[in-house]
Every structure is written in structure tokens, then in C-alpha cells.
């Protein structure tokens, strides 16, 4: 699989999860949103003895980028390489129709690196974490509906889509919103 698909792959099963959950319980899509940013630069400096590579910023600037022991295909950059960096970010938010759950997070992460059979550095990194807050209070009138996080702090949301402030009279005190978010970087070198 590339490396560009497995980025989209990842950030769309994170946003399409929410409609499996439908199937599998009384789970129901409440919204999410994606967002894709690209960035072209080139490499000025290679420190392979101490993992630091230094590219072109904003402005002609010089930025050192510290990367750890993993990066084994690091003395395979040059000066002058071209560094695509695309980072996608997208978060589903879902609601639980069953009421008593409780606040909670995850966090999962990891990496995919280039293969042996591509000598250009690169490879992807991915994070994702899931939060669970429980609804305490639903105001109507207000739109507003009051979030207990995992963290304890109640959080009060003002609902402004119009579509989803008509269904908030659906809304029971007890039930749950998980929201995921998924962050995935994808960083590509070529001559």
C-alpha cells in the first residue's frame, strides 16, 4: 500500500467509523470534519550523527527539524532533496444512545517508515485519540449542552447548526459523545 493511501485510508476510517458504529449499536453520527494541509521545501542541512536535518522556512528561515535513532534511511538525504510534508486532520464526533456510560480517552500512535526498496527518506506517523464526555445538562432554550470529560472539568457546548440543535430534544442526561480526532503526517523526499 503507498504511504499517500494509507494516510487517506487512516483519516477516512476515522471519519467513516462513526457510520459502522450505527450497525453495530445505538451509536449515531453527529458530524465531523477533515482538513488537509501541504507543504513543499528543500533540505539545507543533514546532521546524520545527531538525527537533525534543517529545511527551508517561511521567509528564506532555517528550520532544524530533531528526529530520533528510527530515522535509518537519514544519510540517504541530500542537500537540495525536496521535502513534500502533508498533514491531515480529521474528527468524527458520535453519540451513544444508550445512557450510563462514562468519560474516558485513548491515544493510539504509531509509524510507517519508506520500504528497503525505496532509498528516499520519508515515512508517516499517525495519532489517534478517542475522548468520551457524558452529557450532565441539555438547555433547550440556550442550545447548550454541558460535557463531563475524562479531565473533570464540565464543559458547557453551544449547538449552533440549526439541524442538530432540532434534534437535541433527543438528548437524555447520561448518554455519551465520543469524539476522535486522527492526525496523520506524511513526510516525502525526492531529487
Avoid: W
Avoid at 71 to 88: H, Q
Avoid at 159 to 181: F, W
Wanted: without cysteine; proline residues 5%.
Amino acid at each position: 500500500m503507498k504511504i499517500r493511501s494509507l494516510a487517506h485510508a487512516i483519516a477516512l476510517a476515522s471519519v467513516m467509523s462513526t457510520a459502522s458504529f450505527v450497525a453495530f449499536a445505538a451509536d449515531l453520527p453527529i458530524g465531523s470534519e477533515s482538513l488537509e494541509s501541504h507543504i513543499t521545501t528543500k533540505v539545507l542541512a543533514v546532521d546524520a550523527a545527531n538525527f537533525q536535518v534543517t529545511v527551508e522556512g517561511p521567509n528564506n528561515t532555517q528550520v532544524p527539524i530533531q528526529l530520533t535513532d528510527k530515522a535509518k534511511a537519514l544519510p540517504n538525504l541530500k542537500v537540495g532533496d525536496k521535502v513534500d510534508i502533508y498533514v491531515t486532520r480529521s474528527i468524527a464526533y458520535v453519540l451513544d444512545t444508550e445512557v450510563g456510560g462514562a468519560p474516558k480517552a485513548s491515544e493510539e500512535a504509531g509509524t510507517v517508515r519508506a520500504t528497503k526498496d525505496n532509498p528516499n527518506p520519508g515515512g508517516e506517523a499517525f495519532r489517534q485519540v478517542k475522548v468520551t464526555s457524558k452529557i450532565t445538562a441539555i438547555d433547550l432554550k440556550k442550545h447548550q449542552v454541558t460535557l463531563l470529560p475524562p479531565e473533570g472539568k464540565v464543559k458547557v457546548v453551544t449547538v449552533e447548526n440549526p439541524e442538530l440543535q432540532a434534534r437535541m430534544k433527543n438528548l437524555k442526561v447520561g448518554q455519551t459523545v465520543v469524539a476522535t480526532y486522527t492526525e496523520v503526517l506524511q513526510v516525502k523526499t525526492s531529487r
